[in-house]
T-cell receptor
Framework: AQSVTQLDSQVPVFEEAPVELRCNYS??????LFWYVQYPNQGLQLLLK??????LVESINGFEAEFNKSQTSFHLRKPSVHISDTAEYFC???????????FGPGTRLSVLP | EAQVTQNPRYLITVTGKKLTVTCSQN?????MSWYRQDPGLGLRQIYY???????DKGDVPEGYKVSRKEKRNFPLILESPSPNQTSLYFC?????????????FGPGTRLTVL
C-alpha cells in the first residue's frame, strides 16, 4: 500500500523568501501525486498534480513541484512567498487506477512579515 | 454554485448517541469520500463510494457506516460514537476516480464526543 511522508510539520519563512516543502512517497506501482492546500478554517483545495508527462508541474499562483521517481519525491517549491500563502499543505498519492487516496500528515507554512 | 455541503458544521454529543453527518454535492460527481483530519496525522480516508450503492472501506472504517442511495448524497453514520472519534471530518467528491480528477472538499464538520 502507498504511503506519504512530509518530514517538516511546520515551516516558518519570511515574506518574499523562497520555500521548499518536502514530500516523499512509497509505492510498489506507478503513482499519481498531488499537493492540496488548506487555508485557515476551510476545506482542502487542489494546488497541483502530476499524472504523467513533464515531471515539473506548476500552479497558477507560482508554486511548482517536481516528480523525481528515483528519489520517490514530489517536493513543492515557490521562489518568493506571500503572506497569503500561509496555510497547511498536504501531499497525496494515489496508485495507478486505485480508488483510494492517501494524504501525508501535512506541513504548516507560516509566512512572516 | 458548484459545491459540497456538510451538516452540521459543529456537533457536540455524548458517547453512544447515534448521529449522522450529511454530505451533498451538486456537481453530478460519481466518486464521494469521507476523511477525518487529526493533528499530525493529516487526512485519513474512512469510506469511499464509486457510485450509487457502491461503497468501500478506506483506511480507518471502524466505528463508521455510510450509504449511497442517491448520487448526490453520502451520509456518514456513527452508530455508537466514542471519544476517539472526536475529530474534524471532511466530505469530498470528484467526477471520477481521484487518481485523475480533482477532489472538491466540503467545509468540514467538527465533532466532539464526550
Amino acid at each position: 500500500a502507498q504511503s506519504v511522508t512530509q518530514l517538516d510539520s511546520q515551516v516558518p519563512v519570511f515574506e518574499e523568501a523562497p520555500v521548499e516543502l518536502r514530500c516523499n512517497y512509497s509505492s510498489s506501482v506507478s503513482v499519481y501525486l498531488f499537493w492540496y492546500v488548506q487555508y485557515p478554517n476551510q476545506g482542502l483545495q487542489l494546488l497541483l498534480k502530476y499524472l504523467s508527462g513533464s515531471t515539473l508541474v506548476e500552479s497558477i499562483n507560482g508554486f511548482e513541484a517536481e516528480f523525481n521517481k528515483s528519489q520517490t519525491s514530489f517536493h513543492l517549491r515557490k521562489p518568493s512567498v506571500h503572506i497569503s500563502d500561509t496555510a497547511e499543505y498536504f501531499c497525496a498519492v494515489s496508485e495507478g487506477y486505485g480508488q483510494n487516496f492517501v494524504f501525508g500528515p501535512g506541513t504548516r507554512l507560516s509566512v512572516l512579515p | 454554485e458548484a459545491q459540497v455541503t456538510q451538516n452540521p458544521r459543529y456537533l457536540i454529543t455524548v458517547t453512544g448517541k447515534k448521529l449522522t453527518v450529511t454530505c451533498s454535492q451538486n456537481m453530478n460527481h460519481e466518486y464521494m469520500s469521507w476523511y477525518r483530519q487529526d493533528p499530525g496525522l493529516g487526512l485519513r480516508q474512512i469510506y469511499y463510494s464509486m457510485n450509487v450503492e457502491v461503497t468501500d472501506k478506506g483506511d480507518v472504517p471502524e466505528g463508521y457506516k455510510v450509504s449511497r442511495k442517491e448520487k448526490r448524497n453520502f451520509p456518514l453514520i456513527l452508530e455508537s460514537p466514542s471519544p476517539n472519534q472526536t475529530s474534524l471530518y471532511f466530505c469530498a467528491s470528484s467526477l471520477d476516480r481521484p487518481s485523475y480528477n480533482e477532489q472538491f472538499f466540503g467545509p468540514g464538520t467538527r465533532l466532539t464526543v464526550l
